[in-house]
């Protein structure tokens, strides 16, 4: 058995097998749906909890993205044969191409630039630290070796604390915690840089805030924001859900420790050094449209046809123009819906609508929402149309940018056509995920987390609040959504 939040008693396990359509069909070929004789909260599971379940999927996971890359640890990282052997990562490209194995660390060496943010940049020197001690004699490529290997350990260790952490935050739902242990984007994409550490700062964050704990939760965000932008964002839902609510003193409190725990991170480097500090703003701003953007494909497009292409100022305009009619539409939404949305899948509109506006994207920025999805839309036949656009997308852009970037042989590389298809993939699964959750937004009673009355777990102080304020002529009760007959089980 399971505990409900708000103190409202006991709920039962949500057992996928049982309870997802899609889903039950393809467990048929391993004994089909969990049976009585293994139901959860009435028999022992002795070794097998569903914790330690959820760890051995992680496990497993791990291994197989490290099978992934294999072949440049074994060949070596060099382009543009790391594009086609499709195991392409920022940890060894930086540690060479950023002097981090000649002993230059990131925001601690004076004058050093280097285009993340402050705490991801302390990570990396870090670990560039870290292996300077244990093999400073070694040849860099060695040293590049290692410096992979301890991020893979660290960044494996990050993935399986989110995977718990979203059991955690599932309620009822545990086993939907498993769609953040094997989702195969993490599976390809987690060892390309450093966002792991930004979702399991996010993710954290949202467990402090399901817990009524706001100041811990804005701290968490405020460091994951010094890692990536994007956990920033999740502010917005709680601001909404604040406006809605009438309780301000949430989204205060978040605010306030985003604040204090960002401004505690990069205000020592802002005073050191104002130049390395500020030089991943300037990049960010100055930079073109990034590889698999909209924006890049409408440029090359352009560029093809013999048409203007947009420049960098008029991306950055209409980047942040489109994100803000996005975050304005989100608002409306949540004061005009008859219910008041979850946070999940506020969080969850925000983060992807400002993945799909943004100028950049890069394959590992799927790995923002699996947490998200996992806890706004836990339907598995989503899951897998949404994935499975990534990971066109990420079989594509290696080989588009082998022959972009590297002037690879021509037999090995993808044209614009081709790859512009993917890019669409991607964006039109991303966005297909973002429909489904609107859709359950205006008609609550399809919403899989709140079957048998359950409002929120993750609103914390928003859990069962009263509305006080909407877009509607005059509030009304909100009505409790229960279970068809049916229902989960």
């Given at each position: 058995m399971t505990s409900g939040t708000g103190g409202r008693g006991p709920y039962r396990i949500s057992i996928p097998s049982r309870s997802d359509a899609f889903l039950r069909p393809l467990v048929e070929g391993i004994g089909g749906p969990l049976g009585r004789h293994?139901?959860?909260?009435?028999?022992?599971?002795?070794?097998?909890?569903?914790?330690?379940?959820?760890?051995?999927?992680?496990?497993?996971?791990?291994?197989?993205?490290?099978?992934?890359?294999?072949?440049?640890?074994?060949?070596?990282?060099?382009?543009?044969?790391?594009?086609?052997?499709?195991?392409?990562?920022?940890?060894?490209?930086?540690?060479?191409?950023?002097?981090?194995?000649?002993?230059?660390?990131?925001?601690?060496?004076?004058?050093?630039?280097?285009?993340?943010?402050?705490?991801?940049?302390?990570?990396?020197?870090?670990?560039?630290?870290?292996?300077?001690?244990?093999?400073?004699?070694?040849?860099?490529?060695?040293?590049?070796?290692?410096?992979?290997?301890?991020?893979?350990?660290?960044?494996?260790?990050?993935?399986?604390?989110?995977?718990?952490?979203?059991?955690?935050?599932?309620?009822?739902?545990?086993?939907?915690?498993?769609?953040?242990?094997?989702?195969?984007?993490?599976?390809?994409?987690?060892?390309?840089?450093?966002?792991?550490?930004?979702?399991?700062?996010?993710?954290?964050?949202?467990?402090?805030?399901?817990?009524?704990?706001?100041?811990?939760?804005?701290?968490?965000?405020?460091?994951?924001?010094?890692?990536?932008?994007?956990?920033?964002?999740?502010?917005?839902?709680?601001?909404?859900?604040?406006?809605?609510?009438?309780?301000?003193?949430?989204?205060?409190?978040?605010?306030?420790?985003?604040?204090?725990?960002?401004?505690?991170?990069?205000?020592?480097?802002?005073?050191?050094?104002?130049?390395?500090?500020?030089?991943?703003?300037?990049?960010?701003?100055?930079?073109?449209?990034?590889?698999?953007?909209?924006?890049?494909?409408?440029?090359?497009?352009?560029?093809?046809?013999?048409?203007?292409?947009?420049?960098?100022?008029?991306?950055?305009?209409?980047?942040?123009?489109?994100?803000?009619?996005?975050?304005?539409?989100?608002?409306?939404?949540?004061l005009r819906a008859e219910r008041r949305p979850r946070l999940a899948q506020l969080a969850l509109l925000i983060v992807g609508a400002f993945i799909l506006c943004n100028k950049v994207y890069s394959p590992q920025y799927a790995l923002w929402l699996v947490p998200?999805?996992?806890?706004?839309?836990?339907?598995?036949?989503?899951?897998?149309?949404?994935?499975?656009?990534?990971?066109?997308?990420?079989?594509?852009?290696?080989?588009?940018?082998?022959?972009?970037?590297?002037?690879?042989?021509?037999?090995?590389?993808?044209?614009?056509?081709?790859?512009?298809?993917?890019?669409?993939?991607?964006?039109?699964?991303?966005?297909?995920?973002?429909?489904?959750?609107?859709?359950?937004?205006?008609?609550?009673?399809?919403?899989?987390?709140?079957?048998?009355?359950?409002?929120?777990?993750?609103?914390?102080?928003?859990?069962?609040?009263?509305?006080?304020?909407?877009?509607?002529?005059?509030?009304?009760?909100?009505?409790?959504?229960?279970?068809?007959?049916?229902?989960?089980?």
């Amino acid at each position: 058995m399971t505990s409900g939040t708000g103190g409202r008693g006991p709920y039962r396990i949500s057992i996928p097998s049982r309870s997802d359509a899609f889903l039950r069909p393809l467990v048929e070929g391993i004994g089909g749906p969990l049976g009585r004789h293994a139901d959860p909260g009435r028999v022992s599971a002795r070794w097998f909890t569903l914790q330690r379940v959820l760890i051995l999927f992680t496990v497993c996971s791990a291994v197989l993205a490290a099978v992934a890359k294999n072949p440049c640890r074994v060949g070596g990282w060099s382009s543009p044969d790391h594009f086609y052997r499709a195991c392409y990562s920022d940890w060894p490209e930086l540690y060479q191409s950023r002097g981090l194995g000649e002993g230059v660390l990131p925001f601690i060496t004076p004058g050093a630039l280097f285009e993340y943010p402050v705490l991801l940049g302390l990570l990396a020197s870090a670990t560039a630290f870290i292996v300077d001690a244990v093999a400073g004699g070694a040849e860099i490529q060695s040293k590049a070796l290692l410096f992979f290997d301890l991020n893979m350990v660290l960044v494996a260790g990050v993935w399986l604390l989110t995977v718990l952490v979203t059991l955690r935050l599932a309620s009822r739902r545990p086993w939907d915690a498993a769609i953040v242990a094997t989702a195969p984007v993490i599976i390809l994409s987690g060892s390309i840089n450093w966002d792991l550490w930004a979702v399991l700062l996010a993710t954290a964050g949202m467990l402090a805030f399901a817990r009524d704990r706001p100041v811990l939760a804005g701290i968490l965000w405020g460091l994951g924001t010094a890692v990536k932008l994007y956990p920033v964002l999740l502010l917005g839902a709680v601001l909404v859900l604040s406006l809605r609510s009438g309780r301000y003193r949430p989204f205060l409190a978040a605010l306030a420790g985003t604040a204090g725990a960002w401004l505690v991170v990069n205000v020592p480097f802002l005073l050191r050094d104002p130049e390395g500090w500020g030089y991943f703003l300037t990049f960010s701003e100055t930079r073109d449209a990034g590889f698999s953007s909209g924006w890049y494909v409408y440029n090359a497009l352009a560029r093809q046809a013999d048409v203007a292409a947009l420049s960098p100022a008029a991306v950055n305009i209409g980047a942040v123009g489109i994100f803000g009619l996005a975050c304005a539409g989100v608002a409306v939404l949540t004061l005009r819906a008859e219910r008041r949305p979850r946070l999940a899948q506020l969080a969850l509109l925000i983060v992807g609508a400002f993945i799909l506006c943004n100028k950049v994207y890069s394959p590992q920025y799927a790995l923002w929402l699996v947490p998200l999805v996992a806890l706004a839309v836990p339907r598995w036949r989503v899951v897998f149309v949404w994935q499975l656009g990534e990971v066109l997308h990420w079989w594509a852009v290696w080989l588009y940018l082998g022959g972009m970037t590297s002037g690879g042989a021509p037999e090995h590389n993808l044209g614009l056509g081709v790859y512009a298809w993917a890019v669409m993939a991607h964006i039109l699964g991303m966005a297909y995920v973002m429909a489904v959750v609107v859709s359950e937004i205006l008609a609550p009673r399809q919403d899989l987390v709140r079957r048998i009355g359950i409002d929120d777990p993750h609103g914390g102080l928003f859990d069962d609040a009263p509305d006080r304020f909407t877009l509607h002529s005059r509030l009304r009760p909100r009505k409790a959504v229960r279970a068809g007959p049916l229902g989960e089980r």
